[in-house]
Structures are given as C-alpha cells and as structure tokens.
C-alpha cells in the first residue's frame, strides 16, 4: 500500500514501480508485476536491475524468450552484475541451450567466486552437459562455501552416482 500511495503521489517515481513490481512478483503476480518493472524501464531504461526484475517476472510467467531478452539488457547495461548472468544462465538452461548456458554461468562464478547458488548453477550445467569430474569439482566448492546448501548435496550425490562413487553418494 505504501508504494501504490508513492506512486500516487508520484507517478515518475521508477524506484517505486520497481520496488512494487518486486512486492508483486513475490506475491505471485507476475503480469502486474511487469507493468510496473515496465514503467520503471520507460522512467529510467539505463538501470540494469529493472531490466533483471522483469525479467524474472517474465520467467515467473512462462514467458523465457522476453526474460532472456530483458537478462541480456541488463548485462548490456551493467556487465559486471553477476546476479543477471545467473538468471540468464539459469533460463538458457531451462530452454536446454546447454553450451550458452555454461559461458554465462562461468561469467557469473568470475564475477562472484563465493556465490555458491552461481557456483550450484554451473555445476548443474556442467552436468547436464555430461561433465562430470568438473560438476563434482563445483558442487563441493559450492559446498565448501554454503555447507547446508540441500540441492549441492543432492546434485553432489547424483554425480557420484553417475561416476559410480557409491560411498560419496550414500555419504551426500
């Protein structure tokens, strides 16, 4: 309510329709929430992270072909934010496009070498590639970072399991 009021009172505010756009989306919201994360762009088209927020709104929605739009705008933007190479690299791997997928997930583990959900990322790709001496490799960094991170120690049992190291699996 606060930030419809902010708006109210102040149309222009982009900060404000992205903040909400943010409310809305957690509340399950997507369209509304891109109507307002598009206002924020119209505002101020130059910041990275409006283009990221409604990008995620649109993966919320099934709609990856304009997510992945709006995450290479936000790269575009501000390539050095780790948080939209991620996302992009996330939806690249949703839409199978393994081999992109890994260049943008690598992009994301320079950008934020503790990241461990960037680091988790990539190793699924790695996986999902069939490399699995280098998946393993990246789900104990992403482990060594994040210890109760439950999905690397699944992910970490799962590859073990395909390179036949049954003990590592019992043991993750």
């Not at 072909?65 to 948080?83: H, K, N, S």
């Not at 439950?150 to 590859?159: D, H, P, Q, S, Y």
Request: net charge negative.
């Amino acid at each position: 309510q606060a930030l419809r009021r902010a708006i109210a009172l102040r149309p222009d505010f982009a900060s404000a329709h992205n903040n909400l756009g943010n409310a809305l989306r957690q509340l399950g919201e997507s369209e509304s929430a891109i109507k307002h994360f598009s206002t924020a762009i119209s505002l101020t088209p130059s910041v990275a992270v409006y283009h990221d927020n409604r990008g995620l709104a649109f993966r919320d929605g099934g709609r990856s072909d304009e997510a992945i739009a709006d995450f290479r705008r936000a790269i575009e933007l501000d390539p050095a934010q780790a948080i939209a190479h991620l996302h992009l690299g996330t939806a690249l791997r949703d839409r199978r496009l393994n081999s992109e997928a890994l260049t943008v997930l690598e992009r994301a583990c320079e950008l934020a070498p503790t990241d461990a959900t960037a680091i988790e990322s990539l190793a699924c790709c790695l996986f999902d590639l069939r490399r699995f001496r280098e998946s393993r490799a990246r789900h104990e960094q992403a482990l060594a970072i994040d210890p109760h991170c439950l999905a690397a120690w699944e992910n970490l049992a799962i590859c073990a399991g395909e390179q036949g190291d049954m003990e590592t699996t019992v043991r993750a």
